[in-house]
């Protein structure tokens, strides 16, 4: 009989609050909410950048796969959904490299994203945002569930982790990649509050976990990611992460100015790391 096993991969970090308490979740998922864009807004940034995303998060992807691939036992016949898949570019990756017979299914609520999704070998996509998704018992039969740079965007995570334990069949896995606030991409200074304010609180997802009677382990990885500053500057300028919608374009260029003037005026390429808290969740 095999273990249940809930593993959640995370770029360490601490931003707004959890809490497991039911009551005083939802009061600081509406804080949350004051700092984060709303679900139109999001929906708004991703169709902005559906054609440059990709190929803004290339290397970022090819890393992540490394780590999933790494960490994760894939079976041939799993069930493997991705929550919030996007373009589908990385859950192609996933497909590929662990060599699954079923195709993956790309959930998300962006069409434009899913138009590009389901160009991808071994992708059947869905529409449907993660609450609505986990809010049917039915679609919790999967072998394998990945959230990789999504549980931001989640209204509600306290309640989908609820469901999780009440819903989840043994075998089931679960992983989930994010960001921190304190990264060491280098992003200008009036761009770091917006990013800081968008990420997951690790260590409080974490309490929450184990309120829910999970058993939790922690580690840490990381990325490293090698290229040119002009292509750097361009991913900047197609606001490839969400946080850079809430800049305007003089914002965006007066501070590629500032980081041409003060890190990279004598650079051509560079080299930055994003640090990986993998968190591996399973029942005791």
């Known amino acids: 009989i095999r273990a249940f ?14 809490y497991c308490n039911s009551s005083t979740i939802h009061d600081e ?38 780590i999933v691939l790494g960490k994760i036992q894939f079976g041939e016949n799993d069930f493997v959904v991705d929550i919030g898949g996007g373009t589908g570019s990385l859950t192609q990756a996933i497909y590929r490299g662990a060599r699954l ?35 049917h018992k039915e679609n919790y039969a999967f072998d394998k569930a990945l959230m990789l740079g999504a549980i931001h965007h989640f209204s509600d995570p306290f309640m989908m982790f609820k469901k999780w334990t009440e819903w989840l069949r043994p075998g089931s896995t679960c992983f989930i990649l994010t960001r921190p ?27 929450c976990l184990r309120h829910l009677g999970l058993k939790v ?9 090698n290229m040119s500053k002009h ?3 361009s991913m900047l300028r197609v606001r490839y992460m969400t946080p850079l919608h809430n800049l305007t374009d ?16 004598d650079k051509l390429n560079i080299t930055m790391v994003d640090n990986i808290t993998a968190i591996m969740v399973c029942q005791k």
């Open 250 to 265: 003089q914002d965006i260029e007066e501070g590629i100015a500032e980081l041409e003037r003060e890190k990279f005026f």
């Open 29 to 66: 998922m509406d804080e949350i909410g004051k700092h984060t864009l709303t679900l139109g807004k999001t929906l708004e940034c991703y169709r902005a950048t559906t054609n440059a995303y990709d190929e803004a998060y290339s290397q970022t992807h090819e890393e992540m796969v490394k």
């Open 181 to 207: 606030p304190n990264t060491t991409l280098p992003f200008f200074r009036k761009a770091i509050p917006f990013f800081e304010k968008s990420v997951a609180d690790v260590p409080a997802m974490v309490d």
């Open 231 to 233: 292509r750097w500057y």
């Open 101 to 135: 017979k079923r195709n993956i299914l790309c959930v998300d609520p962006c069409e434009s994203m899913l138009t590009l999704a389901i160009q991808n070998d071994g992708v059947t996509s869905l529409k449907s945002t993660a609450e609505e998704f986990f809010s």
């Open 5 to 18: 096993v809930f593993a959640v991969y995370i770029l360490v970090g601490k931003s707004d609050h959890w």
């Open 217 to 225: 382990e922690v580690s840490e990885e990381g990325m490293v990611l």
